[in-house]
């Protein structure tokens, strides 16, 4: 018998359009995929070298269940030094991945029938951390026109004697969108009227960054600290993904609870990712600026190349390595075969079925007319996505 709490979640769509994409291209089908979330380029030698020595020097065994207390000082360090953010380290707990954070921050701090606002295009898995912890998602439609930014009105809006929390990313996934201060001041000046509700901030993009400096809400609403639950960790900016390795900081209550939760759960992270971690954030920055700047090429060649479509349209966005093109003019559109795309979904497996391109589209996103491609590959491979993505709209009535 399966509980009712898994049947009512749903799949991961990114990790559905890989699967199928891997599929097509184990039975000799040639693929370009732009639906992984993650970097292209391998983790820095530093840090597997430090990984290496864990391993040789014995740290093989369990660590505290918040983490080793030299890397959470590491993270406190890294919170002062790059965010201008005052924390102890108890206001930290390392987890098993970012997505580990921000699932069991909602288990911590939702019951049954809370309201989490979640401004839409969203991460895929927040609607469905908020149903497994038997919470509610209102989910708050933002715009192609305003670059999908969450407005100070439309927060108030959503807000009722309900919401406990509010999901921010920043830069986002699935749109790359980065919120500036004035942004984030609107925001806070909106949330500072209502003390019962928690703000999640996921900043797991942090380090990919273009034209402005990443902004924190806490680097402009200092006051609304004890309510914020900073989310961030290793895989984006360090080319980490496969080590696992994320954390929180936040008010003392809430890191209790998180890692009572995390206790019973998975404990602590491996002891050798956590040895990688602190090489990572005591070590200088150079080689994570390095992948910047050829994210930040790619970002200019795939907009250009997007927006050069006729029907298609691109911002440019912050940060990041996603673009999340409008592609509602071709919603509607027939096959040659007959058949009707009424959805990006119906586009993203057309695309993937007859042209071999794998995007993830913007119906798992909670944003209908949009679909996500990441540039988290090579120049060569993108300018065949394009190429290919062209001729599949080109062949559409």
Not at 136 to 158: H, M
Not at 261 to 271: D, K, N, V
Request: charged share 25%.
């Amino acid at each position: 018998m399966i509980s009712q709490r898994a049947q009512n979640l749903q799949p991961s769509a990114t990790l559905k359009v890989t699967g199928r994409a891997k599929e097509l291209k184990r039975e000799g089908k040639s693929i370009v995929s732009l639906s992984a979330g993650e970097p292209d380029f391998k983790t820095p030698k530093y840090i597997c070298d430090a990984a290496i020595k864990a391993i040789n020097d014995g740290q093989h065994g369990y660590t505290m269940n918040t983490g080793t207390p030299e890397l959470r000082d590491s993270i406190v360090a890294k919170l002062k030094r790059d965010n201008g953010l005052e924390y102890d380290a108890s206001q930290i707990i390392c987890s098993n991945g970012a997505k580990q954070s921000v699932g069991f921050a909602v288990l911590a701090t939702i019951n049954k029938g809370d309201e989490v606002i979640i401004p839409a295009p969203y991460w895929v898995s927040y609607p469905e951390m908020v149903r497994l912890a038997e919470g509610e998602s209102v989910v708050v439609r933002t715009s192609f026109e305003n670059d999908f930014r969450l407005t100070p009105e439309q927060l108030e809006k959503a807000i009722t004697h309900k919401t406990r929390l509010l999901i921010l990313c920043s830069p986002s996934n699935p749109t790359g969108f980065c919120y500036s201060k004035s942004d984030m001041e609107g925001l806070a000046e909106v949330l500072r009227k209502y003390p019962d509700v928690m703000i999640l901030s996921d900043e797991i993009y942090e380090y990919i960054v273009f034209e402005e400096d990443h902004v924190s809400i806490l680097n402009v609403a200092p006051d609304l600290k004890d309510r914020v639950i900073l989310v961030n960790g290793f895989s984006k900016g360090f080319a980490m993904t496969g080590w696992r390795l994320g954390y929180l900081a936040a008010h003392s209550d809430v890191v209790k609870a998180v890692s009572k939760i995390q206790s019973q759960e998975t404990s602590a992270p491996s002891s050798i990712s956590q040895a990688a971690g602190l090489a990572a954030y005591t070590n200088d920055l150079d080689e994570v600026h390095a992948m910047r700047e050829e994210f930040k090429k790619r970002r200019n060649f795939m907009v250009e190349s997007l927006n050069s479509i006729d029907g298609v349209s691109c911002f440019t966005p912050g940060g990041a390595f996603y673009v999340f093109p409008d592609i509602s003019s071709y919603l509607g559109s027939t096959t040659p075969s007959g058949s009707t795309i009424k959805t990006s979904t119906d586009l993203c497996l057309y695309l993937l079925d007859e042209y071999g391109l794998a995007c993830v589209p913007g119906d798992a996103f909670g944003e209908p007319n949009g679909l996500r491609m990441s540039y988290a590959a090579s120049i060569s491979d993108l300018e065949e996505a394009m190429s290919r993505f062209k001729k599949g709209l080109g062949s559409l009535k």
